[in-house]
């Protein structure tokens, strides 16, 4: 009967390889503390947001990004799925932190984008 794919010299070569944390970070003073992808300054929040408001697939935020690989882009929505509710909060904190600014300081153009 032959091996099965699962031999222990497979295994132990996938104990080697890199977990999807490695390809994320947080560092005091870089984006706020954020999360981000490492070595970069694009946070998880906008990977994520790339996916879930716009649609995005990671070959098309890979377009966008060409400086990061597929496995950064799968890295950080990994990471999102486990942390939906911080990612979410930093989303809602950037939506009032928008809001408070529109408030305060209006538009010379209106509200429609024609002339006030």
Known sequence: MGQTWYTPSLMETAKKLPGPNVYIE???GVC???CRIAGTRIKVS???S?????RMTPDEIIEAHPHLSLAQIHAALAYYYDH???I???WREAED????LRDRYPSRLGRAGGPA
Not at 97 to 100: A, C, F, M, R
């Open 46 to 48: 906008l990977v994520a």
């Open 32 to 34: 706020g503390g954020k």
């Open 26 to 28: 947080a560092t005091e």
């Open 50 to 54: 790339e996916y879930e408001h716009q």
């Open 97 to 100: 932190l928008v809001s408070s």
């Open 88 to 90: 979410r909060r930093e």
């Open 84 to 86: 939906q509710n911080e």
